[in-house]
Nanobody, 123 residues
Framework: VQLQAYGGGLVQAGGSLRLSCAASGRTFRGVAVGWFRQAPGKEREFIAA????????YYGDSVKGRFTISRDAAENTVSLQMNSLKPEDTAVYYC?????????????????WGRGTLVTVSS
């Protein structure tokens, strides 16, 4: 499964961005999706995850209340709505997929990864 994250860009602090993740040649039906990010010089950080049904979501402490993960009804994309962005949210954001459908916070639970999309938040 090839994943592609898109929607990154430059935004001012306090602004919003919406990232999306698409799978090449298939839908996300039955698959859990996670978002992670990595800032320069830092380890990869868990951001959000959604299970196969969309009924279970998890968020990292640093983004709770500001970010929302969702799946579209057609299961073609999984989105990450990011509000109240802060300069410390600057990072490359990656989407990932787990074929067992179980949302997880640990990156090694995900078999498939896409190329990241850069989010830059200016102060």
């Amino acid at each position: 499964v090839q994943l592609q994250a898109y929607g990154g860009g430059l935004v001012q602090a306090g602004g919003s961005l919406r990232l999306s993740c698409a799978a090449s040649g298939r839908t996300f039906r039955g698959v859990a999706v996670g978002w992670f990010r990595q800032a320069p010089g830092k380890e990869r950080e868990f951001i959000a995850a959604i299970n196969w049904s969309g009924l279970r979501t998890y968020y990292g402490d640093s983004v709770k209340g500001r970010f929302t993960i969702s799946r579209d009804a057609a299961e073609n994309t999984v989105s990450l709505q990011m509000n109240s962005l802060k300069p410390e949210d600057t990072a490359v954001y990656y989407c990932s997929a787990a074929g067992d459908g179980c949302a997880a916070t640990w990156e090694f639970e995900y078999e498939y990864w896409g190329r990241g999309t850069l989010v830059t938040v200016s102060s």
